[in-house]
């Protein structure tokens, strides 16, 4: 059974860091895009960050360019995003995705991933 297990989250001060991980056991993505996106209370689930297969392209939403970073550390199964600067705007629920259908490139859609974790909590307090 594949399962891609996210922790990390919490409840920070605004200005603060979180590192979310995502880790996956079940079989290897190693060649596959993965990915992190968010949804806030009635809102749409949205891109956050995503990662090629090794790493060395990645892509970030506006709102999470220049204060997160995400990566990947393949030879332990698990994709982190590092959050820093936090706004209050930034609280939800935060998943790790992947897509197992697209080898080597890049992936920027939801529905382009089908592999999600459960999520994990964040949030950020005035």
């Given at each position: 059974?594949?399962?891609?297990?996210?922790?990390?989250?919490?409840?920070?001060?605004?200005?603060g860091?979180?590192?979310?991980?995502?880790?996956?056991?079940?079989?290897?993505?190693a060649?596959?895009?993965?990915?992190?996106?968010?949804?806030?209370?009635?809102?749409?689930?949205?891109?956050?960050a995503?990662?090629?297969?090794?790493?060395?392209?990645?892509?970030?939403?506006?709102?999470?360019?220049?204060?997160?970073?995400?990566?990947?550390?393949?030879?332990?199964?698990?994709?982190?995003?590092?959050?820093?600067?936090?706004?209050?705007?930034?609280?939800?629920?935060?998943?790790?995705?992947?897509?197992?259908?697209?080898?080597?490139?890049?992936?920027?859609?939801?529905?382009?991933?089908?592999?999600?974790?459960?999520?994990?909590?964040?949030?950020?307090?005035?």
């Amino acid at each position: 059974q594949v399962q891609l297990v996210e922790s990390g989250g919490g409840l920070v001060q605004a200005g603060g860091s979180l590192r979310l991980s995502c880790a996956v056991s079940g079989r290897t993505f190693a060649r596959n895009p993965m990915g992190w996106f968010r949804q806030a209370p009635g809102k749409e689930r949205t891109l956050v960050a995503t990662i090629n297969w090794n790493g060395d392209s990645t892509h970030y939403s506006d709102s999470a360019k220049g204060r997160f970073t995400i990566s990947r550390n393949s030879a332990v199964n698990t994709v982190y995003l590092q959050m820093s600067s936090l706004k209050p705007e930034d609280t939800a629920v935060y998943y790790c995705a992947a897509d197992s259908r697209t080898d080597w490139g890049i992936s920027y859609y939801a529905p382009e991933y089908d592999y999600w974790g459960q999520g994990t909590q964040v949030t950020v307090s005035s």
